[in-house]
């Protein structure tokens, strides 16, 4: 048997693992010894209606169904919490976007991921022009499921800390990899990689149970606590929280309500972008190479996994749409 290395235990990474493992196939997960990492500041979403475009996301109807599946999974195998489904409350920031809206919420590629009833959202939430509410989405808690899946593969004798990745593929075994960002950046890859920033705070008494998006979003955690964000920047391309992130994304609190909050939290991360969020998967060989799951990795992640499990084991041909 082959022997296979994934490099990168982000979110892609992980998700590999967890479907060599259900094969119960060996392998070994390459990681380098950091604090943060891209997908561990990220938020997880899963938002069914996006962009100003106000459209589903690339082949949604096909991955989140597997994605959700997925986590549940993994629910079940750990015995922590991973997958937390929340409505979305969609706010119009202008009125041509409610126009925009009433012309497209009838499409069929828009059937099933809202609802027609009117918000009910806490009064201290601004939306002035109404939204809409949509169905099927919510977000991963992914720090939790980053770190409960090292230390469980940990255990098995599969994961490994390593000061570079660096000739890592030995002769006649596979090589997935999986370093997001930080190898477009640190390769010289075409990328459109953007940096962002996110903050967990308290809001005492907003009582929202709903995420809400806007050019912009509020996650509500329980306990009073929520995470807001997320700025854009494509010229520091770093993990560095800056004072120009922590201001715009208290803008961005304050675009959704007037109630005073108190900062928990403040993370910085590098969304890795090829083209747009759609993946892109090649091979070179023996080598495997996974990138560019943008802002839509928790959706794309799982099921990107079997499949590339799937076509190395020469079960499937490697979906096209996924090729650069």
Known sequence: MEQITIVGQGLMGTCLAWRLHQRGLPFRLLDR??????????????????????????????????????????????????????????????????????????????RGWATDGALDLPSEIKAPLGGFLMRGGGWVNLPEFLDHSRGFFDKLGYFQKVESFEGEQ???SILINCRGAAELIEEGRPHRCAKGEILTVKIPGLGLKEIVNRSGWLVPLGDDAYRAGATYGWDELDENATQAGLDDVRGIIRTFTDLPFEMIDHVAGIRPIVRQSIPVVSREGSCWNINGLGSKGSMYAPALASHIVEAMHNECSLDPELRL
């Open 33 to 110: 010894d950091r604090e943060q990492g891209s997908s561990r500041a990220a938020a997880g979403l899963i938002t069914p209606i996006t962009g100003k475009g106000l459209n589903p996301s690339w082949r949604q109807t096909e991955f989140l169904p597997q994605a959700i599946a997925f986590y549940e999974e993994i629910e079940a195998a750990l015995g922590i919490k991973i997958w937390n489904p929340v409505a979305i409350a969609r706010l119009f920031g202008a009125e041509k976007e409610r126009i925009k809206w009433e012309g497209k919420r009838c499409l069929e590629s828009h």
């Open 170 to 172: 030995a002769e006649g």
